[in-house]
């Protein structure tokens, strides 16, 4: 089955470390996302690429970084320059879905913590 | 600029009474108008999407949206609530400008508790 998936599901971490995410997709599909959500603030981009070794800042970068060298990856660091690191981060993809039509895909979110 | 509003943070329906959550956009283009349900702590699922073809979208699990150009409005309906649509639901707005430039942009959600 194609899809996204975010290793790990819960993640802990101590204040001033850096901490890399893992965001895996197997749908052939040039441009990736990663989303930050924390609670009554629906999502907010954080950074994005559209093809591989090129990403572009969201709307939220500060504080983290990314890299793109294969299709399949698009891994986000957390680095101790984040001020407010602990959310729930989701990995997303765009691609043609169902009906012809573009769609965004979604993993299953890594909860990071830290204390 | 773009961007959506979702009227509601919260709201509850009774088991088997109807869901209406509201959804309004802004946009200079034409937009592409996306629902998607989150349950806890898992990731986004495409409930529906509007992509200029038929103003009626019906998606999945009984839920459907209309798009409206004049009230710029996409409201998620569905004609009897079940137990199991207890999720978070976001509003989504895509725009292509004319030069080119992508942009996705969220609601804040609307939480839906289901009274048995």
């Known amino acids: 089955d194609g899809g996204i998936t975010q290793s790990p599901k819960y993640l802990f971490r101590k204040e001033g470390q850096n901490v890399t995410l893992s965001c895996e997709q197997n749908?052939?599909?040039?441009?990736m996302y990663w989303y930050r959500q924390d609670p009554g603030q629906g999502l907010r981009l954080i950074y994005y690429?559209?093809?591989?070794?090129?990403?572009q800042k969201g709307d939220i970068a500060e504080g983290y970084s990314v890299s793109r060298e294969k299709k399949e990856s698009f891994p986000l660091t957390v680095t101790s320059a984040q001020k407010n690191p602990t959310a729930f981060y989701l990995c997303a993809s765009w691609g043609i879905g169902t009906e012809d039509s573009y769609e965004q895909y979604f993993g299953p979110g890594t909860r990071l913590t830290v204390t | 600029a773009q961007s959506v509003t979702q009227l509601d943070s919260h709201v509850s329906v009774s088991e088997g009474t109807p869901v209406l959550l509201r959804c309004n956009y802004s946009s200079s283009y034409s937009p592409s108008l996306f629902w998607y349900v989150q349950h806890p702590n898992k990731g986004l699922q495409l409930l529906l999407k509007?992509?200029?073809?038929?103003?009626l979208v019906k998606g999945i699990n009984g839920f459907e949206a209309e798009f409206k150009k004049s009230e710029t409005s996409f409201h998620l309906t569905k004609p009897s609530a079940h137990m199991s649509d207890a999720a978070e639901y976001f509003c989504v707005v895509r725009v292509i400008s004319n030069f080119g430039n992508e942009k996705l942009t969220f609601g804040t959600g609307t939480r839906l508790t289901i009274i048995p």
């Open positions: 690429s559209q093809i591989v070794n090129d990403f």
């Open positions: 509007y992509t200029s073809a038929a103003t």
């Open positions: 749908l052939n599909h040039d441009a």
